[in-house]
């Protein structure tokens, strides 16, 4: 799934930047950049799972069902997805792209079936940015990086 980011994700990417290693800064600071943004994307994918969860819709299968025989291929076959969906992810738009994004076309598919959790603002996030921009402002003060 593509790369979006709400508000609050940008402003949590800002302060992990002011407080992170350089190295690491320099990818929080540069993610939405139109050249730089895929490099660094492919890196958070492979390197900083929690990261990389914040910038897109997750999928994962966990349980798939199909067979009654140790190898034989099955006529059918089950999947159940759990889908944590971004806040602002249509949920009647998201099953068609997901349906077109796949590269093994399913023979048929009478039906989807799938756990569709949207992530939902919190009104504590607020609250905690509040908390976070005063730590930040409180390592600038000491020009030393800082850990939460």
């Known amino acids: 799934m593509p790369m979006r980011l709400n508000e609050t994700m940008r402003e949590y990417f800002r302060g ?6 350089p ?7 540069n993610i939405e950049d139109p050249v730089l ?3 660094i994307q492919e890196k958070l994918r492979n390197e900083d799972f ?5 910038l897109r819709t997750g999928i994962s299968p966990n349980i798939i069902s199909g067979g009654f025989r140790y190898n034989l291929i099955p006529g ?14 249509i949920r009647t738009s998201f099953f068609p792209r997901l349906r ?8 048929k598919s009478s039906r989807h079936r799938a756990a ?4 939902l603002p919190r009104p504590w ?4 940015f509040e908390r976070s921009r005063r730590f930040r402002a409180t390592c600038s003060q000491r020009r030393s990086p800082c850990r939460p």
């Open 50 to 54: 929690y990261a990389n969860s914040y």
């Open 116 to 119: 569709f959790r949207q992530l």
């Open 37 to 39: 943004g895929p490099m």
């Open 76 to 89: 059918d076959a089950e999947a159940t997805l759990d889908v944590r969906a971004l806040p602002d992810e």
């Open 16 to 21: 992990r930047a002011e407080i992170s290693e």
């Open 23 to 29: 190295e690491q800064a320099f990818l929080y600071a």
């Open 125 to 128: 996030e607020r609250i905690c």
């Open 100 to 107: 077109g994004s796949l590269t093994i076309r399913p023979l």
